[in-house]
């Protein structure tokens, strides 16, 4: 369990964040793969939603580029993926977080104006 101030701390760098931070969803960097295998496969599926989202994103369906950012976030933690890709999974789980922070945000907008997306 986190120290009260620990958590303190967390909540105010990530309120500097939400508020500094453009709500863009940005694309996953291009990283050559060359490993062909089921973690391969479950990372091109993952870099796939993460792009699926991107998609969604950009015509305001919200809520379906939450769901493919949950997606690939969840495939970019599974343990054969960043055993197999540890640079390339931290990199798209980083994209993935920063991405479902926008999602959010714009959710929380859409709301505060009476839309949900």
């Known amino acids: 369990m986190r120290h009260p101030a620990q958590l303190f701390g967390l909540a105010i760098i990530t309120a500097l964040l939400i508020t500094t931070i453009p709500a863009t969803a940005y694309p996953l960097p291009t990283i050559s793969v060359q ?11 993952a870099d796939r939603l993460l792009r699926q989202g991107i998609q969604r994103f950009n015509i305001s ?19 054969g ?37």
């Open 35 to 45: 490993a062909q295998s089921v973690p391969a496969d479950r990372k091109a599926e």
């Open 61 to 79: 369906q919200f809520r379906g580029a939450l769901q493919s950012w949950q997606e690939a976030l969840t495939i970019y933690r599974e343990i």
């Open 81 to 117: 993926v960043r055993e197999a890709f540890p640079e390339e999974s931290r990199a798209g789980e980083g994209t993935a977080l920063g991405n479902l922070g926008a999602v959010y945000e714009n959710l929380s907008r859409s709301k505060t104006l009476g839309r949900a997306g």
